[in-house]
């Protein structure tokens, strides 16, 4: 009944219950065409999608296959692992059958054989060879130290080291300043960062700025803007409303962190931000704005779980882009991955324009598009039904 009711009276619509997405909410239905709610998009920023996950079993058993194409990197399967895992967490239902399968997207015959074995035996094999894959092991340890990425932890496994103590004991490997916080502090960082300390993190930025400019503007973003419980770190945009101001606020904003004691590590990569090379046409290419990854000292008190040192280390990220590009660095880095990558495929494909974290230039017209206004319109266009729901689920 909810579909007929946000589809309009007169029009009836055939749709099978189990492709149904949530229940109507008017804010929403209001932007959406009548295809989208029909059937499940193939892109994950036209899917409703809350924090509910009714295919944890499925949607772990594609997680650990993404990541070990990726750790492969067989580039293809990851991103079909993703989008797979993407899809099932917007279903309002448990995949009970493979019946449930029939008309969804994003689904081939490797992903669709991996949830029939699960189906049929509680679990996937080619999923239990992963994990019990020395090398999957092993590259997923490496990797979890901050400032290591797949090439560093694969020139490390060839080495023949299969554990973080025999790496850190090797004399002849030179350890980049990042790499040396990642093993120092790897107790702490790698361990979840929950909401209560983000937000205990949010407050000391927030005051920190506000003592440098009161006008400045601080967001959180990254997956505690999307309302999830827990982290690997916490990610903030921070801007001022006056144009090119924002470099200067960041770099004070280091300053003063570093002052109060509580800076244990940080990384300022310069801005490259140039507008006449713009858009960025590389798919997954990072921004140009100036940011730094740090890591910052929470005391015992606002810490969650058990620590045994006066603070534990979170890992925190400051993003500052001009004000005029705000809109899109935020939506950029709010995320998730395959959100970002969906919604810039579906400006490609459906509205002939590219989305970036700097802007949203309309490819029919061969040029960015000067006015912050215009930009913000057609950000509008592009995703009027996101803001509503998207990061609020
Ligand atoms: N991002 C992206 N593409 C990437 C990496 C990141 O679009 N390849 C965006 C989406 C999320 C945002 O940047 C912040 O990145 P992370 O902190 O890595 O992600 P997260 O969703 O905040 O996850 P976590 O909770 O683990 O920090
Ligand atoms: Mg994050």
């Known amino acids: 009944s909810w579909f007929t009711e946000c589809m309009g009276a007169g029009k009836p619509v055939q749709v099978e219950a189990r492709h149904c997405l949530v229940k109507s909410c008017p804010v929403i239905d209001q932007y959406l065409e009548p295809s989208t709610v029909e059937t499940v998009s193939q892109y994950?920023?036209?899917?409703?999608?809350?924090?509910?996950?009714?295919?944890?079993?499925?949607?772990?058993?594609?997680?650990?296959?993404?990541?070990?194409?990726?750790?492969?990197?067989?580039?293809?399967p990851c991103l079909a692992f993703m989008r797979a895992a993407s899809l099932l967490k917007s279903l309002p239902h448990a995949i009970s059958s493979s019946k449930d399968l029939e008309g969804l997207p994003c689904l081939g015959d490797q992903t669709k054989a991996v949830i029939e074995d699960i189906l049929e035996y509680g679990q996937c094999s080619k999923v239990q060879d992963v994990l019990c894959?020395?090398?999957?092991?092993?590259?997923?340890?490496?990797?979890?130290?901050?400032?290591?990425?797949?090439?560093?932890?694969e020139k490390w496994y060839r080495k023949g080291f299969h554990s973080l103590e025999e790496v850190q004991a090797d004399n002849a490997i030179h350890f980049t300043k990042m790499q040396k916080a990642g093993f120092l502090y790897?107790?702490?960082?790698?361990?979840?960062?929950?909401?209560?300390?983000?937000?205990?993190?949010?407050?000391?930025?927030?005051?920190?700025?506000?003592?440098?400019?009161?006008?400045?503007?601080?967001?959180?973003?990254?997956?505690?803007?999307?309302?999830?419980?827990?982290?690997?770190?916490?990610?903030?945009?921070?801007?001022?409303?006056?144009?090119?101001?924002?470099?200067?606020?960041?770099n004070r904003l280091i300053n003063r962190l570093q002052n109060q004691g509580i800076l244990l590590y940080y990384d300022i990569v310069e801005s490259t931000f140039d507008k006449t090379r713009l858009p960025c046409r590389k798919?997954?290419?990072?921004?140009?704005?100036?940011k730094c990854f740090a890591i910052i000292k929470l005391k015992k008190e606002l810490a969650a779980g058990r620590v045994q040192k006066d603070w534990k280390a979170i890992r925190v990220d400051f993003v500052a882009p001009p004000v005029d590009n705000f809109a899109f660095a935020l939506l950029g880095w709010t995320g998730s991955r395959q959100f970002e990558r969906d919604l810039r495929r579906f400006a490609r494909h459906?509205?002939?324009?590219?989305?970036?974290?700097?802007?949203?230039?309309?490819?029919?017209?061969k040029y960015l598009?000067?006015?912050?206004?215009?930009?913000?319109?057609?950000?509008?266009?592009?995703?009027?039904?996101l803001s509503e729901w998207h990061y609020k689920g």
């Open 44 to 76: 994950a920023c036209q899917r409703r999608t809350t924090m509910e996950n009714h295919n944890q079993i499925f949607t772990d058993a594609f997680a650990i296959l993404a990541e070990n194409a990726e750790f492969n990197e067989s580039e293809g």
């Open 133 to 153: 894959d020395d090398r999957y092991q092993t590259i997923k340890l490496f990797t979890s130290v901050f400032g290591v990425g797949l090439k560093t932890a």
């Open 186 to 250: 790897y107790d702490d960082i790698s361990a979840a960062v929950c909401k209560a300390e983000a937000q205990a993190i949010g407050q000391i930025v927030e005051e920190t700025v506000r003592l440098i400019a009161p006008d400045a503007i601080v967001t959180l973003t990254g997956g505690f803007r999307r309302g999830k419980e827990c982290g690997h770190d916490v990610d903030f945009l921070i801007t001022t409303p006056e144009m090119g101001k924002e470099v200067w606020l960041l």
């Open 283 to 290: 798919f997954e290419a990072m921004d140009h704005f100036q």
């Open 350 to 365: 459906e509205r002939k324009m590219l989305l970036d974290n700097h802007a949203l230039y309309d490819k029919t017209k």
């Open 369 to 385: 598009k000067k006015k912050t206004t215009n930009n913000y319109l057609a950000l509008n266009d592009v995703c009027s039904d």
